[in-house]
Structure formats: structure tokens, C-alpha cells
């Protein structure tokens, strides 16, 4: 069975995660719950896109939803949230479910005041018209999501409710908000807006472009909660193409205003170049020197971030202080300074620093440098156990940075030796 998922032909087996569809089928039958595809998966599938996020509203309580669930799929593949939410993760598809809800916006931050709701009124809260599609939970619809390819028509035929416009914008790729107050609620849908421009080729309707216009005039995407912005800024960096998406939000001035994508990732490609290191990871760079001034925010993006920032500031704040130090000893302060330090880390130091001379000196001549032996190799050419062990590699290290850089291990084995000779230890 061939699927199509934005451009890339995939083969997937119909009996993928066979277990959870049956298991959420079984619980329907009974007349505990109702389910509802909807959302993104159903816009997708509209389009011919097999999505693998499966979002789905259910009527009933979620803490027997959840009970339920458990036994069966394992507390490891299911998380409830404090939001009347479960995501059950298989092993190709993973699901959203949540009850029906009203979202209030008292801040304008795009965080909402959640509270229960019924179907209907779930479904003016969502942010495009194209997006409101609430299909029928069936056998039949879960083969359209695990495979199958229907038409246009037998799709419409299994919608339950939906906006008025719902079908004629699906079928004009027309991009259009619930109600004239959407970007100001929630500025997100800004960002949504682009990607879904970009990857889903939408165009948005005429009074839409308006209110879309006015809200990149007024710069409501400020408003935006910081740490949630960055997560979906960073969720974008690592779509397939998204080079596209964020040229295009970088357009809109919906990016941070101190740094140009564009020219950013022109500026590591060529840094692979002139160090010859290709195992850069150019989105994660973009991103700390991007919002490198929301350092607190992003340490909650997780541990990876969390040390590039803090090796980051290090690397600055060392290099900074090599302008004032010793002039015979900056190679090796250089050194010592990015020795063993992550790359990404030492590309976001040289695009934030304001001297990086001693950063392309180190990538240049010096990242391969090290001392070949070990403390046991230079007891076993004969010197004693004790501090000087320590002071001879260092010795040899700042001899390798400045004399020979290539000395092999035999060579270091030869200035070993000399230097015992000469101290008679």
C-alpha cells in the first residue's frame, strides 16, 4: 500500500499499530465514547498527504479514557495531560486525543484559559477553516489514514460537522481564519499561516490577507509566549526543506529581527568549508545564535541546548580575554579554551563573538591536535609517578601547538625521552 506524505512516497503496511485502532474502535463500539478524526490529519488527507499525527476529539470523560487505554497499550505508550489530553505514541502513528473545548485568550500571548466544551463549539476555536474537518471514526476511515486513497467526495461524505467553508476552501486551497480576532489571539497562527502557504501551496482569502497584513504591522507575533515560540520555530528548522519556510517567515519579519536565516546558513556553509567539518549541525546553530538572547527560555528546549548555550558563553567569555593575555601563549589559550568542546557549540561562539580569528585559527591548524600518549606510556619510558607527568604532557602539548603539530606518536615518545634526559627524570 503506497502512501504520499508532502512529496515522498512511502510504503506502509495496513496493519501498522493495528493494536491501537483496534483497541479505540473496541472502546467506540461499546457506546463509552465517540471519536472524531480531525484537524490536520483530515486537511491532509483531503489533499492526498498520509499523515502520521493522528489527531482525534473525543466525547467522554478522559480519566476513563485513560484507564481504559492503559491495560492494554502500556503506561509507557500513553501520557495523559493536566489539559483533558492523551497522546498514545505507536509505532508509526502517534495520537492526540483531547475532549472538545473553548479556548479564552485573556493575554493575547496565544495562551489560552482552556475549559470543556461541546463538538460544535470545539470546533470555532480552531484556526483556519481548512482545519475544521471533524470526520467519522470508523474501519473504513482508519484504512483511508493507514493506506487507502480516497477521492475528495467519499472524504466529504464522512464529515460530521465542519465550517461552512470547510469544503470549498479545501477544494480552492484557500486559507481562511475562524473570525477577525484569530491573529490576535493567538499570534502562533501567524507562523502557521506561512507553513502551511509554503508547504501546502494555501493562498489566503481576500478579508483574511487583511487581517494577516495588520498583524505583521503591529508586530503581534512580540506578544507571542517566548518559550512557546522558540519550540515552534525550532520544530520548523527541522522539517524536510524548511530553508523555504524560514526564508518566507523571515519575509514576513516574523523571525528574530538581529539575525537573517538566510544569510546565517550561508555564513556555516561556508565555515564547513574553511575548517573542512562537515558534522556541523547547522539547525541547531542557527537556532542558539537566533534567540541566543532568550538563553534562559532555551534551556528548557533540553539538555543538547543546554550545554551548547553554556559551552557557548564559555568559549566567548575565554576568547574575549585571550586580547589581553600572554602573546606567546594564545595559540595554546585558544586551544585550551575549544579543546573538546562541541562544534555546534564553537559555531555559535564564532557568529556571536566579535573576534573570531582565534576560533578559526584553532578549527583551522589546531582541533587536531592532541598528545598521543597516556600517563602509563610516560611511566613506562621511565619517569616517576607524581605531577610531573601532567607537566610534561602539557609541555609537549604547547611544544606540538607551536613546533610540529603532525609529531606522531614515535616523535612524542622522542621528546619524552629528551626531556627525561635532561631533567634525569
Known amino acids: 500500500m503506497v502512501i504520499i506524505e508532502v ?14 485502532w483496534e483497541q479505540l474502535l473496541d472502546i467506540q463500539s461499546k457506546g463509552q465514547f465517540v471519536f472524531y478524526f480531525v484537524g490536520g490529519c483530515v486537511r491532509d488527507l483531503c489533499y492526498g498527504i498520509h499523515s502520521r499525527d493522528i489527531d ?7 480519566v476513563e479514557l485513560f484507564e481504559l487505554l492503559s491495560p492494554e497499550l502500556g503506561k509507557k505508550n500513553i501520557q495523559k495531560s493536566n489539559l483533558d489530553t492523551l497522546s498514545i505514541y505507536g509505532d508509526y502513528f502517534e495520537f492526540d486525543l483531547a475532549s472538545p473545548r473553548k479556548d479564552e485568550y ?18 470555532s476555536r480552531r484556526d483556519f477553516t481548512v482545519n475544521t474537518g ?22 466529504m461524505s464522512k464529515i460530521i460537522y465542519a465550517h461552512p467553508m470547510f469544503e470549498p476552501d479545501i477544494q480552492n486551497r484557500k486559507l481562511r481564519i475562524i473570525h477577525d480576532q484569530s491573529f490576535e489571539e493567538d499570534p502562533s497562527r501567524l507562523l502557521r499561516a506561512v507553513k502551511y502557504m509554503t508547504f501546502l501551496k494555501l493562498e489566503l482569502d481576500r478579508e483574511s490577507e487583511v487581517f494577516f497584513k495588520v498583524a505583521l504591522k503591529e508586530r503581534r507575533i512580540e506578544r507571542l509566549d517566548k518559550a512557546r515560540y522558540m519550540r515552534i520555530i525550532w520544530d520548523y528548522i527541522h522539517f524536510e526543506h524548511a530553508d523555504e519556510l524560514m526564508n518566507k517567515l523571515h519575509g514576513y519579519n516574523l523571525l528574530p529581527e538581529q539575525h537573517r536565516y538566510k544569510d546565517l546558513v550561508q555564513r556555516i556553509v561556508a565555515m564547513k568549508s574553511k575548517w573542512k567539518c562537515e558534522t556541523i549541525d547547522s539547525k541547531v546553530v542557527v537556532f542558539v545564535v537566533m534567540f541566543q538572547e532568550f538563553k534562559e527560555q532555551m534551556k528548557t528546549l533540553g539538555h543538547l541546548l543546554n550545554r551548547i548555550v553554556k559551552e557557548m558563553e564559555l568559549i566567548i567569555e575565554g576568547i574575549d580575554g585571550i586580547s589581553s593575555g600572554d602573546a606567546t601563549k594564545k595559540r595554546y589559550l585558544a586551544y585550551k579554551i575549544l579543546y573538546n568542546k562541541k562544534i555546534e557549540s564553537i559555531t555559535c561562539a564564532n557568529l556571536i563573538s566579535g573576534d573570531s580569528k582565534w576560533i578559526d585559527l584553532y578549527m583551522t591548524e589546531l582541533s587536531h591536535v592532541k598528545i598521543h600518549l597516556t600517563g602509563s606510556d610516560i611511566k613506562r619510558i621511565g619517569i616517576h609517578e607524581g605531577p610531573r607527568i601532567g607537566e610534561l604532557k602539557e609541555e609537549l602539548l604547547i611544544y606540538k601547538l607551536y613546533e610540529n603539530p603532525e609529531m606522531s606518536i614515535e616523535g612524542e615518545i622522542k621528546w619524552i625521552e629528551s626531556a627525561k634526559n635532561e631533567t634525569g627524570n
Open 7 to 20: 512529496g515522498n512516497r512511502l510504503e506502509v503496511e495496513m496493519q501498522m499499530d493495528e493494536r491501537i
Open 56 to 62: 482525534i476529539v473525543f466525547e467522554g470523560d478522559v
Open 134 to 155: 471533524y470526520m467519522e471514526f470508523s474501519d473504513q476511515t482508519i484504512r483511508w489514514f493507514k493506506g487507502e486513497s480516497p477521492d475528495l467526495k467519499q472524504i
Open 106 to 123: 485573556p493575554s493575547q500571548n496565544g495562551m489560552p484559559k482552556i475549559t470543556s466544551a461541546t463538538v460544535k463549539e470545539d470546533l
